[in-house]
């Protein structure tokens, strides 16, 4: 059962609250029965979809490296994304990735408040290699949502 929820908050958008919980609008929008994403109301109440695993495509990132990487294939998570052409994704893109085999502790969403340094340390790897795996051009600029590589 889903008992995930949100209660929306002044300022909130529906894409900075997907951003935040992982996702995407057009899944909150689908799940919530909101037919225009752009208008949501301040104290209402959101469910926010099961723990699926989301990706937010990295600079220089394609659907072949990122099935490589969780050991599916670029079809799958083309069909999952409604992706028609699949060389045509972009960096900060949110991808939802399939469910079976597929190693979620390869993978960490950034939280409130993370920094580098306090993530490196929850996993025992260095800071740089953190920077590395993620071809983090700018390391200060984490945001809750973000999904980083950590081995």
Known sequence: MNDRIY???????LYNIAKRFST????????????????????DILRL?????????????????IARFIG???????????IPDVEMIY???VLKLPDENFDISRLYTVQPDDTLWKI????????AELINLNRLRRPDSLYPGQTLRIN
Do not use: C, H
């Not at 689908?30 to 301040?42: S, V, Y």
């Not at 979809?49 to 490296?65: C, E, F, I, N, R």
């Open 7 to 13: 209660l929306i908050q002044p300022g909130d958008t």
């Open 24 to 43: 995407d609008v057009k899944t909150l929008a689908d799940l919530n029965g909101i037919p225009d994403p752009d208008k949501i109301r301040f104290s």
């Open 49 to 65: 979809p099961p723990d699926t695993m989301y990706y937010t495509v990295q600079s220089g990132d394609s659907l072949w490296k």
């Open 72 to 82: 599916s294939t670029v079809e799958e998570i083309a069909r999952l994304n409604d």
């Open 91 to 93: 960096a900060g893109q």
């Open 120 to 127: 490196a340390n929850k996993f025992d790897i260095p800071v």
